[in-house]
């Protein structure tokens, strides 16, 4: 069955950092883009970043440009996003995926908390 893993979240202060990770199993990893999402209260998901196959990065969402960064490492079929400056409206549930795969919208994880609050 396809998973992902979410976490990595908790709680941080704003201006502080965290690093997320997503690992996917019951797919060939190495073989799909992987997004990072997150959803806050009363809001639709949103997607974050995207990594290619071969690391090539895709868009960030504006609001997180210059603070966050995507990696992968396929070996240990992982993603992750480190967040830096992270601010009150970085607060959200974050999650990952594969956007191109059909089976993408069934198989969401519980998803990582973030919470930036002082």
């Known amino acids: 069955q396809v998973q992902f893993v979410e976490s990595g979240g908790g709680l941080v202060q704003p201006g502080g950092s965290l690093r997320l990770s997503c690992v996917g199993s019951?797919?060939?990893?190495?073989?799909?883009?992987i997004s990072w999402y997150r959803q806050a209260p009363g809001r639709e998901r949103e997607l974050v970043a995207s990594?290619?196959?071969?690391?090539?990065?895709?868009n960030f969402a504006d609001a997180v440009v210059g603070r966050f960064t995507i990696s992968r490492d396929n070996a240990k079929n992982t993603v992750y996003l480190q967040m830096t400056d992270l601010k009150p409206d970085d607060t959200a549930v974050y999650y990952c995926?594969?956007?191109?795969?059909?089976?993408?919208?069934?198989?969401w994880g519980q998803g990582t908390q973030v919470t930036v609050s002082s």
């Open positions: 995926n594969a956007p191109a795969a059909t089976w993408g919208p069934l198989n």
């Open positions: 990594i290619g196959v071969v690391g090539e990065t895709g």
């Open positions: 019951g797919f060939t990893f190495n073989n799909y883009v």
